[in-house]
């Protein structure tokens, strides 16, 4: 029956059904393009929203870190404080072990007249030590006393004078010895 129409109806009839296919078409394209853009502006609302979320948990890291610097500026301060202290303990001399030592090693007869002690003394200057005694043996023993405590070195008497002794004690002496570093530990 279609046959039986005349050309131009035909035509028609095709570019009609051709139309409508169009028609079709277009409204799928504009459905389409529509959800593209509903797409594109849920995800710039998605990435915005996550955005702004990183950005604020940035800045709680920020300030979480600002805190953090702060403390381990305080802790280096504290650590350089107590090394600086570390090493004054550690180059302390305790002056009463080496009284100590002096006395343990006077013999009977012998008394200390004068000491030039001084921290100069435990790295290179020697010690003098100005003794009275009883007689030029009991400055002798005093000697050999110092020389075998571990705490002296180098000692020797500088000059013995029977003279400006004290009374009972008429004998004067100087000695000169070197502390060795355990005198003063």
């Known amino acids: 029956m279609i046959n039986l129409l005349p050309t131009e109806s035909k035509r028609q009839l095709r570019a009609a059904r051709n139309n409508a296919l169009l028609v079709r078409y277009i409204i799928v394209v504009i459905i389409a393009g529509l959800f593209a ?10 990435l915005t929203l996550t955005k702004e979320s990183q950005d604020s948990l940035i800045e ?21 404080t107590l090394s600086g202290a570390r090493t004054l303990l550690d180059q302390q001399v305790m ?10 090693s006077l013999t009977p007869g ?5 000491i030039d002690l001084s921290s100069k003394n435990f790295v290179d200057t020697p010690l003098t ?3 009275n005694g009883k ?5 002798a023993q005093l000697r050999t006393n110092l020389s075998s405590v571990a705490y002296f ?13 004290v009374v009972g004690y008429p004998v004067s002496a100087t000695l000169t010895l070197k502390l060795t570093k355990v005198a003063g530990q």
Request: aromatic content about 6%.
């Open 37 to 46: 853009n509903f797409i594109l502006v849920g995800s710039y609302t998605l």
């Open 95 to 104: 002056y009463s072990h080496v009284l100590r030592n002096i006395g343990s």
């Open 110 to 114: 012998t008394i200390v007249d004068k």
């Open 153 to 165: 070195s180098n000692v020797t008497i500088d000059n013995i004078s029977e003279t400006g002794g």
């Open 135 to 139: 007689d030029n043996q009991s400055i």
């Open 60 to 80: 709680a890291s920020t300030s979480k870190a600002q805190a953090y610097s702060e403390t381990q500026t305080e802790i280096n301060r504290l650590s350089v």
């Open 129 to 131: 030590l100005k003794v």
